[in-house]
């Protein structure tokens, strides 16, 4: 387990944001990301804790509609900070676990399922 401070930790997704090309983060429509110490409860759906680094609560741009969007409330990215620094045993291991979750999660948002993502290696 890493001890990293909540600062160092926003920094951290704010890093692996940056490492995202402009045109994306340009296209990403009415989402926010978010950090959380831990997932709910509910967010789990039964789950165990350290498997849930983060997760997409939304509509992937793909499903949808342009009228049927306008005003609605925004998606969320979670990042989730515990899971995350227990998983992992260096600050180094951290920032590459942030930045695998932000782009696994990101993707979520433009429609690409998990079995896609594993077999781009981004899970």
């Given at each position: 387990m890493v001890e990293m401070g909540e600062g160092?930790?926003?920094?951290?997704v704010g890093q692996a944001l940056d490492l995202l090309p402009p045109e994306m983060l340009d296209v990403m429509d009415n989402v926010v990301i978010m950090?959380?110490?831990?997932?709910?409860e509910e967010?789990?759906?039964?789950?165990n804790v350290d498997?849930?680094?983060g997760l997409y609560e939304g509509t992937p741009l793909t499903?949808?509609?342009s009228f049927e969007w306008a005003g609605?409330?925004?998606d969320v990215?979670?990042?989730f900070r515990g899971p995350i620094l227990r998983m992992c045993?260096?600050?180094?291991?951290?920032?590459e676990e942030v930045a695998i979750t932000v782009v696994h999660e990101i993707a979520h948002h433009f429609g690409i399922p998990d079995e896609r993502l594993h077999a781009l290696g981004w899970a």
């Amino acid at each position: 387990m890493v001890e990293m401070g909540e600062g160092e930790f926003e920094e951290a997704v704010g890093q692996a944001l940056d490492l995202l090309p402009p045109e994306m983060l340009d296209v990403m429509d009415n989402v926010v990301i978010m950090i959380a110490a831990e997932p709910s409860e509910e967010q789990l759906a039964g789950g165990n804790v350290d498997d849930l680094l983060g997760l997409y609560e939304g509509t992937p741009l793909t499903e949808r509609d342009s009228f049927e969007w306008a005003g609605a409330l925004p998606d969320v990215i979670h990042i989730f900070r515990g899971p995350i620094l227990r998983m992992c045993e260096t600050e180094e291991e951290v920032r590459e676990e942030v930045a695998i979750t932000v782009v696994h999660e990101i993707a979520h948002h433009f429609g690409i399922p998990d079995e896609r993502l594993h077999a781009l290696g981004w899970a």
